[in-house]
């Protein structure tokens, strides 16, 4: 059986409790009371009783003792005075005895009193015949009887049982009275208990009462205040909350959902709320069916979700999209009682919604007309864009691409190797754009490979967070075409125009060497103006081909840690022999400590050859000094020269193309004007600079140009570049 | 000493042959890379100076059959050429010659005193 705790108990059943007890202690005592005063009534009866008995037996043995003594009074005189009690004596002693048994219940005591009947009979027996024999044979026969004693002897028997009767009435009457006492004593305590009881009772019963009530007050001011904050919460929600009942009448409605729709709570059915509140479908002109209602199917335990409703009434300025959300409400055994909905304005959300729409179409739109092949992937790598160009280039439809990832489509792989390539598309979803190295190429879905380039970009979320990458494509095969054509061209031009102006130059050298015979004199001079002007013709070529290489971005530079003082060194070796014939000084001052330079040695060589060709062209006297002096990252080599100088106005147009400086070129060499041109891109190239330092008419010129020092971060950079340069275009010469 | 000029220009040709002819060298000429190799295979030079781009079969395959064959690997060849890419001058480099020459640079006697070098170290 559970135990049933107090508290438990409803209010009423410990009302009905208390008094249930107070009733059932006050019905003991009752009952003990009447028990113990009929127990008392039994004993003071008893004890009458006995006293009686006391009382008859005395009398009784007095009346014998009276009838004795008128029998002896008798005996003695005669005189029938003295027979008075006896004649008494019979009927009295029956009725004695018969009273003596009424008042003596107790079996002992009734044999008892019927001994002393039967004792007593024989005593008057006798003393009648102690009478009959007097009044008959005088008193000395009655004398002789009573002589005998046997009189005597009856009433000593009668004494002694009369003494133990008495006895016995004694004992009852003392039982009686401590009886007696104990029931009167019993019932005070009962009723004493009871009273106190019966207070206890009541008094507890009243706490507990009192103790309910005041918790139930609590706990109704509790609910109170709970309920006033809920309505509290309910009314600062910022969504629409409505409850309607099972009929579909509303119960409640929030401030928020009177705000949205601009009409309060209406006491009206389902079929109306289209009326009354303006609601429609998202046409905008339908009337919202009432059986759709979130609200309403929510009743029948149909719960939707973000059910879109246009609502427009005369309390609303504009009309607005709201999405609802319905639930049903349930009691404890799950029956609907009633039903929910919450519901938000999201007619922003629906601009935004119709706009990024628009915008989405713009931009495909755009990508559809783009030509070169885009396609869009997400983290994952999955395609998610795949513009037409894509398309067409891939031979992939956008349905087949949409979604997988691209390795299942795209293989982008190097012609070289035939290794996949896809590095440039890791790093861009890393967040760095990247180009796709040299030489990818595609598989179309037919298998036909196209060589393709461009790039990988990140896209980023508005944290800078990576959201995908957008990788830009073409087919390259014309332009890999043009490029091979123009350098063919450009190799096949210089080639061409080469074979035949060394063929003559050969020739010339050959006849003004004498190897055709001996040379006219006359014809000494105008061969050797053709040599010349041949020579030019070869530099000319020479340094177009060279342009052209620079500009094409094609010019191979092998940059390596070289000991600069060797290179210079070399150049020194060739010229020196040229400045002795004009009879021209040449020095050369190296760095005062060794150092390692990061070049191309063969160009480093080029550049010197070409500055100091310069100044000895056009230095008479005086002569030329090389310096080299390292700096922190790099090495400064000059040219100085005694010679023509350049003149300040004259000095810009030194490194442009085809740029003769126009004065004091009578009688010299004229060079092709590329040569400063070309050296300069070279130096520049290899990370360095050359420029003019200072130049004066008649006084001489400086030239400078500086090479980046080995294993310097300088270095590191400009070998970075060229190698990132030889990937895009790997047929340098 | 025999020198073996192939060369399809025929000025080239010409101006070589009475160069190397006045400097003392008995000469042959072919003018492309096939009669070039017949050439070397009967007239045996000391030193072949082939051109790069002829039809048929360019210097490169000549370079290429002449340093395959066991009876001409060791003739020394000396590449002439127009072209002068650093790329081209290694690969004839390394596919045997002892140098290359571009030939509107160079004056011819300096290439005959290339071959004097050349045939002195042997």
Do not use: C
Not at chain 1, 184 to 205: D, P, Y
Not at chain 1, 322 to 346: E, K, P, W, Y
Not at chain 1, 362 to 376: N, P, Q, R, T, Y
Not at chain 2, 44 to 62: A, E, H, N, S
């Amino acid at each position: 059986m559970k135990t049933l705790k107090l508290s438990e108990l409803s209010l009423a059943f410990k009302i009905n409790l208390g008094l249930v007890a107070g009733l059932m202690i006050l019905i003991a005592v009752g009952v003990v009371s009447v028990v113990n005063r009929d127990a008392l009534d039994r004993a003071t009866s008893g004890r009458e009783h006995a006293m009686k008995a006391k009382l008859a037996s005395a009398q009784l043995l007095s009346d014998l003792i009276n009838v004795e003594t008128g029998q002896r009074g008798y005996v003695l005189t005669g005189q029938t005075s003295y027979l008075q009690p006896y004649d008494q004596a019979a009927v009295r002693l029956d009725a004695a005895i018969s009273n003596l048994l009424i008042l003596t219940p107790d079996a002992t005591d009734r044999q008892l009193v019927s001994d002393i009947n039967n004792l007593a009979k024989e005593k008057l027996a006798e003393l009648h015949q102690t009478i009959t024999l007097r009044q008959t044979k005088g008193f000395a026969a009655a004398q002789a009887v009573v002589l005998t004693g046997q009189g005597k002897t009856y009433m000593d028997q009668i004494r002694a049982k009369m003494t133990t009767l008495n006895a016995n009435e004694d004992r009852a009457i003392v039982n009686y009275a401590t009886q007696s006492g104990q029931l009167q004593r019993q019932t005070t305590l009962v009723v004493e208990a009871g009273i106190l009881l019966s207070v206890l009772v009541v008094a507890s019963a009243i706490w507990i009462i009192n103790r309910d009530l005041t918790a139930r007050k609590r706990a109704e001011d509790e609910l109170a205040e709970q309920e006033a904050r809920l309505k509290a919460v309910i009314n600062s929600m910022t969504e629409g909350l409505v409850v309607a009942d099972l009929h579909g009448t509303f119960t409640l409605f929030n401030a928020a959902a009177e705000e949205i729709l601009g009409v309060g709570l209406l006491k009206i059915s389902p079929d109306k709320w289209a009326k009354s509140y303006g609601n429609y479908l998202p046409d905008k002109t339908t009337p919202f069916p009432a059986e759709q209602f979130p609200l309403v199917r929510a009743l029948k335990g149909d719960e939707a979700r973000d059910v879109e409703i246009y609502v427009k009434n005369k309390q609303l300025k504009t009309g607005k999209f709201i999405s609802v959300s319905g639930n049903a409400l349930r009691d404890a055994n799950g029956h609907i009682t009633g039903s929910i909905a919450v519901f938000n304005d999201i007619t922003q959300r629906k601009d935004a919604e119709t706009k990024l729409f628009a915008e989405k179409a713009k931009a495909e739109a755009m990508l559809g007309s783009i030509g070169d092949g885009v396609f869009a992937l997400d983290t994952e790598e999955r395609i998610v864009l795949f513009n037409r160009a894509a398309e067409q280039l891939t031979g992939f439809t956008l349905q087949e691409a949409l979604g997988r990832p691209y390795t299942d489509i795209l293989e982008f792989y190097s012609e070289k190797d035939g290794r996949p390539v896809d590095e440039f598309i890791k790093t861009a979803l890393k967040g760095w754009t990247a180009a796709m190295t040299q030489d990818t190429w595609l598989r179309r879905k037919d298998g036909t490979p196209i060589p393709v380039a461009d790039s990988a970009a990140p896209i980023l979320g508005v944290d800078d967070e990576v959201q995908g990458a957008v990788v830009v494509f073409r087919n390259v095969v014309r332009e890999k075409e043009l490029e091979r054509l123009k350098d063919d061209f450009v190799s096949i031009a210089s080639h061409e125009l080469r074979t035949p102006m060394g063929a003559i130059r050969a020739f010339v050298s050959m006849i003004l060497d004498g190897d055709y015979g001996p040379v006219n004199k006359n014809l000494v001079e105008p061969l050797t103006d053709i040599r010349g002007s041949t020579l030019r013709l070869v530099e000319l070529v020479n340094d177009m081909l060279n342009v052209a290489r620079i500009e094409a971005g094609r010019m191979k530079f092998e940059v390596t840690d070289q000991p600069l003082d060797a290179i210079l060194h070399e150049v020194m070796v060739v010229m020196t022999p040229l400045a002795k014939e004009k009879k021209l000084e040449l020095n050369y001052l190296p760095p005062k400590t060794s150092v390692m330079v990061l070049a191309d040695p063969g160009k480093v060589n080029q550049v010197l050859t070409n500055l100091l060709g310069n100044a000895l062209k056009f230095t008479d006297t005086g002569g030329i000094t090389v310096k080299a002096v390292a700096k922190h990252d790099f090495v400064e080599i000059t040219v100085v020269d005694t010679g023509l100088g350049i003149s300040s106005e004259d000095q810009p147009k030194l490194f442009g193309k085809f740029q003769q400086i126009s004065s004091n070129q009578t009688g010299r060499p004229a060079g092709t004007g590329l040569g400063l041109y070309i050296s300069r891109e070279i130096i520049r190239k290899m990370g360095g600079d050359l420029w003019i330092k200072h130049s004066a008419l008649d006084k001489g010129s400086e030239f400078a140009f500086t090479v980046v020092r080995a294993k310097t971060a300088a270095a590191k950079q400009v070998q970075e570049r060229l190698a990132r340069e030889a990937s895009i275009h790997p047929d340098q010469k | 000493m025999k020198v073996l000029i192939i060369e399809d220009d025929t000025p080239y040709r010409k101006v070589y042959t009475r160069k190397f002819e006045v400097a003392g060298y008995t000469v042959e000429t072919a003018e492309d890379g096939v009669k070039g190799i017949e050439k070397a295979r009967s007239f045996k030079p000391d030193i072949v100076l082939t051109d790069l781009m002829m039809p048929q079969m360019d210097g490169f395959q000549v370079l290429d059959t002449l340093k395959g064959d066991s009876n001409l690997k060791d003739i020394p060849v000396l590449v002439l050429t127009n072209l002068s890419t650093a790329e081209d001058s290694q690969k004839v480099l390394q596919k045997g010659a002892v140098d290359i020459l571009v030939k509107s640079d160079t004056e011819p006697q300096v290439i005959v005193e290339r071959v004097n070098e050349l045939l002195d170290q042997k």
